[in-house]
């Protein structure tokens, strides 16, 4: 299974970005796909993620109301639309799969990994 995460950039305060996360190598649709981040000199943490099903979506509360995961089986890719965003969102965003399972946070429940795309949130 090989992920690859693309679309990041330079945006401004307020502005909007969709990074894409395309799957290949396997049967896209059995797979949860969840997104997480690292900011500069922090830990990487959990974003959102969406089920295989693309039934279930879930955020963490500092994007939530903000950023939408939705899914595209037939380009097998999962999105990343990120409104208003803050100078805070900046960070290199990794796309993550594992086959079936449900809307986990822990990146340990994740076994694969995408190389990460960078987002710059700055005036």
């Known amino acids: 299974v090989q992920l690859q995460a693309s679309g990041g950039g330079l945006v401004q305060p307020g502005g909007s970005l969709r990074v894409s996360c395309e799957l290949a190598?396997?049967?896209?649709?059995?797979?949860?796909i969840g997104w997480f981040r690292r900011a500069p000199g922090k830990e990487r943490e959990f974003v959102g993620t969406i089920t295989f099903s693309g039934t279930i979506t879930s955020y963490a509360d500092s994007v939530k109301g903000r950023f939408t995961i939705s899914r595209d089986n037939a380009k097998n890719t999962v999105y990343l639309q990120m409104n208003s965003l803050k100078p805070e969102d900046t960070a290199v965003y990794y796309c993550?799969?594992?086959?079936?399972?449900?809307?986990?946070?822990?990146?340990?429940?994740?076994?694969?990994w995408g190389q990460g795309t960078e987002v710059t949130v700055s005036s």
């Open positions: 190598g396997r049967t896209f649709s059995t797979y949860t």
């Open positions: 993550a799969a594992r086959q079936y399972g449900s809307d986990y946070r822990n990146e340990k429940m994740y076994h694969y």
